[in-house]
């Protein structure tokens, strides 16, 4: 498979990107982990820049606000080193062609957050790496996970409390389903949890669902058998890209990605051109950012690119055409993949 790469921009650092509609208008969006870095959006359609700040910089996470066809929360002031005591959450509104910023939340340290609609409540969901940190390599003061429910004016503050805690290495996150209902997975070097959200904390629910330390975890079927497989990179910022299938009840390994690598983050799973695949970046030694699919019976590794150390990855469709979007971080650009 021969892969064409388009630089949309350049940006230092870049760390976060995905999609969004706004006001009616399908954009993809980028944001720097450098202290002082920017925060874009652009049109899919012709790639045109419109700022959302250009000095802010430590943007994690970026999440439409659900019902709300002109707002944004993300993260501001997690940079890099896990200099992140100061971490917040903005609400990011688009006001007759520009951008109003209010921050709605201090949580510090905070890593992975999302939004959930039920019925009637936006449920915030956040994620703490840790609580507090002498220096970069302390872990005493393990991370936590967060819930709250936002305001009807999404722009006011909101509060929240605690659902989990002694989280050590709380990296991972992902958003899919657990036993029919959304959910999102939180993976740490205590295992892997899932957390359905409910109306009220009383009726939601938090559960162990694997436990075995992890960086991220993903669950997906990617060989058609009608169960999901877990994908996950392993340990903390690992070495190792690893598939399991749940076989009597155990989750068995698989697949392990087979080259040499450091540093994988960059993770998304889902469907490209209508197939079940794993997209995996290395921030370190080569760099790389690659494909998983099943195919003949058998997990097929296809390289993308190498070089780019892509921080964080996503697809998204323009048309009926997929798209891999990736910050590359190791080159400072904002890269477009596509099928030559």
């Not at 749940?246 to 390994?253: A, D, M, P, T, V």
């Amino acid at each position: 498979m021969a892969w064409k790469r388009r630089v949309i921009d350049r940006m230092e650092r870049c760390y976060c990107v995905g999609s969004a509609s706004i006001c009616g208008q399908a954009v993809i969006y980028a944001a720097s982990e450098e202290k002082g870095g920017a925060f874009y959006t652009y049109s899919v359609t012709e790639c045109g820049r419109e700022v959302i700040w250009e000095h802010g910089g430590g943007t994690m996470a970026v999440v439409p606000v659900p019902g709300e066809a002109d707002t944004l929360y993300a993260i501001r002031n997690f940079f890099p080193g896990f200099n992140a005591a100061d971490a917040q959450v903005v609400c990011c509104r688009k006001k007759e062609d520009k951008w109003e910023l209010i921050p709605v939340l201090d949580l510090p340290y905070l890593h992975r957050f999302d939004i959930f609609q039920v019925e009637d409540k936006r449920v915030f969901l956040g994620s703490t790496l840790c609580t507090s940190k002498k220096e970069k390599e302390d872990w005493s003061d393990p991370g936590k996970v967060y819930v709250g429910y936002l305001e009807e004016d999404v722009t006011a503050g909101f509060k929240v409390e605690v659902l989990a805690e002694g989280l050590v290495k709380n990296h991972g996150y992902w958003r899919g389903e657990y036993q029919g209902q959304q959910a999102g997975y939180i993976a740490s070097q205590n295992g892997v949890f899932a957390f359905v959200p409910g109306k009220t904390t009383d009726n939601s629910r938090w559960e162990r669902v694997w436990n075995h330390p992890v960086s991220e975890a993903a669950f997906f079927d990617l060989d058609g058998c009608g169960e999901r497989e877990l994908i996950a990179i392993e340990p903390f910022h690992g070495k190792e890209l690893n598939i399991y299938k749940l076989i009597g009840g155990k989750y068995e390994q698989v697949y392990t990605y087979p080259s040499p690598a450091e540093f994988l983050h960059a993770i998304w799973v889902g469907e490209f051109s209508g197939k079940p695949v794993v997209i995996c970046g290395a921030r370190r030694l080569n760099k790389e950012l690659f494909m998983v699919t099943y195919e003949n019976g058998g997990y097929v590794t296809n390289i993308i690119d190498e070089g780019v150390g892509s921080a964080n990855v996503c697809v998204f469709y323009s048309g009926e055409r997929p798209y891999i979007l990736s910050a590359d971080h190791g080159r400072g650009d904002i890269a477009l993949y596509s099928e030559d």
